[in-house]
């Protein structure tokens, strides 16, 4: 088959995907970035994005670029304006409908919702669907073919940081405080597994520097033992991808896990591990829940994050079984037409 020269492929209509948000939303995303991928091969694929998440993105092999954009608060960019087919990966609406319909694209693939007359042919919003079926069901009632089990990521090759081959990785921040159980609990985890034999490492992205050497001290880890705000998004998926296990929150970190098939350990507080945990039929993973709900963007730790103890975390680690083989790679899907 003879490639489209970049010059044609960019005067066909583009596909607009916006998914403005974090690490883990990304990545839940990527079984219905692969499934647009599979629909529409020869036309340009732009991701309305954070620029901190392009590398990662790019390295999945869905989009031809990441047009940076960090939430709904300002226009999307020109780039991403007069699209053969725009697609909401964000939210329900209707702000996120309207900046890009604002861009004015061909036709928009989104939830419905009655404040955007535009999207009312869109699937229906269900509240308890997991994060990843969700958008792989809004391309599938929308006539995409998608598959949510296309999860795996490769990252391209890379330094892998030192200590990180074989270590248990420990990773206690999260987006907000309701998701971030205690330190000192993460460090007594760390302990345990130093008493355990295994290597330590503590990781923390740019804002949580402190919060990483705070675990790693009570934890009697030296300084090299924290890699935390340092590189970028490939940075730390390759110390997850040379970790033999992770322990972390309800955070991209745990998403990274899944991705990369390493065994983890996931702590869930507000929020069920249905809605966003790792998927039921990979056992080299394992949410701990305490049944409860609450606020996922809240100002202090989870009643039901702190019902978790040190014992079940320990215990969960020591009956991990080891990650399963890389998946095979699927047939792509049936391609569609933009507009």
Known sequence: MTATPRSMQDRRPAVVVLRALGLGDLLTAIPALRALADAFPRHPRLLAAPAELAPLARASGTVDEVVPTDGLAEPLHQRLHGAGLAVNLHGRGPESHDLLLAAEPRR?????????????????????????AR?????????????????????????VPH???????????????????????????ARSELAAGRRVIVTGGPDEVDLANDVAARAGLPSSAVHAGQGGVLTIGRLVAAADRVVCGDTGVAHLATALRTPSVVLFGPTSPALWGPPPDRPWHRPLWAGGR??????????????????????????????ADPAPRRRPAARGRVA
């Open 108 to 132: 928009l693939v989104a939830f419905t919702h009655p404040a955007v007359p535009a999207s009312s042919q869109g699937p229906r919003w269900r509240p308890d669907e997991h994060e990843v």
């Open 163 to 189: 200590g990180a081959a074989g270590a248990t990785l420990v990773h206690p921040g999260a987006a907000s405080p309701s998701r971030r159980w205690p330190p000192e609990r993460f460090a007594e985890v």
């Open 294 to 323: 609450g606020d996922p963007n809240g100002q202090l730790p989870d009643p039901g994050l702190l019902a978790i103890d040190v014992d079940q975390v320990t215990q969960a680690l020591a009956e991990l079984p080891p990650a």
């Open 135 to 159: 958008w792989c069901r809004l391309l599938e009632e929308s006539g995409i073919a998608a598959d949510p089990g296309r999860l795996d990521l490769e990252l391209p090759p890379g330094p």
